[in-house]
């Protein structure tokens, strides 16, 4: 079978191997779609926190159950959606009901080999039926997910105001559900490429900091702000943007530490929410989402590629994603 390797920073190889042998009662499967996200870009360029070269990515992944699975959860040829957080099953977070966040989480194409390949396997705790999804729309679950579940742990009410930081895919994902809650959802990013993008396919309202006056306006008037930037400094600096009484929850994780001015923190008695990962549950509610026709999946859809062309597409990708909001990679017609 082939799959694409990243052997090192900024070098992906399409090679052939033989088929894996499949774990004693994990499901095998043909992959249908690859969708790339964020971590996926920081693994290529070489800026991943904590992983080991090579690399096979890959956890934004519909597949189809193979001809020769003969186990009990699922059918042949039936469509699901990988879960790709593996959890220990055993820590006080898993026994507590919380998996995602796993005290000894390993997640597929991260720290442990992902999907970027014809065939696949994983454990059937770790899939989902995409009964009613197409492909590309089973792909993009995870992503959405993620954004779902910032939002989920976040007592959001309708009416209130939201304020995004940062319009990649998961700030893209919290924008589009704080609005199914009933949100008025401003999104904030440094890309007018990619505000014009979001604001011409889903009708967001997209500020750039250079727009003194309307972030100033911002400033202490945000009931719920959401931080997608992966960046310390803007993280740092979304504290402003708490209205008193709001709540600041955080999407994206780095290495850096945060620093908030205590007596703006206490006198706002602002809530902070870490959000990691997503649940079962959270994928349940974005198929929901989806079949209800509440996602447009044809908008996030911009870019596609197939494994023959990825390593030269992604190269490209990962230069310059202004203009990219989800791109696939198409395994399995």
Known sequence: MKKLVCKHPKT????????????????????????????????????????????????????WVSEEYNGKDYQPGDLLILIPYFACDDCHSC?????NC?????????HRDGA???????????????????????????????????????????GANALIVGAGPIGLA???????????????????????????????????????QTVHALIDRCDHVFDATGNIDAMNSGLKFVSHGGTYTLLSIVQQELRFPDPEFHKKEVTLFAS????????????KAIKDGEIDTDAIATHRTNLENAAVDINGWAGSRDDVIKAIIEVTA
């Open 12 to 63: 992906l190889a399409l090679i052939d191997v033989e088929t894996s042998a499949v774990p004693e009662g994990w499901v095998q499967l043909n992959i249908a779609r690859v969708g790339l996200c964020g971590t996926d870009y920081h693994i290529f360029l070489g800026n991943q926190p904590f992983l080991e070269y090579p690399r096979v990515m890959g956890h934004e992944v519909s597949a």
């Open 95 to 99: 026994n507590n009901g919380k998996p």
């Open 102 to 110: 796993c005290e000894n989480i390993q997640v597929f194409g991260v």
């Open 116 to 158: 970027m390949s014809e065939k696949f396997s994983a454990p059937p705790q770790n899939l989902i039926s995409a009964q009613g999804l197409t492909p590309d729309q089973a792909s993009m679950v995870e992503f959405l997910a993620i954004g779902f579940h910032g939002v989920a742990r976040t007592p959001v009410a309708s």
């Open 174 to 212: 919290a924008a589009l559900f704080a609005r199914l809650r009933g949100c008025n959802v401003t999104m904030l990013d440094v890309s007018a490429k990619k505000a014009a993008l979001l604001e011409s396919r889903f009708g967001l309202h997209v500020v750039h900091p250079s727009n003194q």
């Open 276 to 287: 990691r990962n997503a649940n079962r549950s959270d994928f349940e509610s974005v198929i």
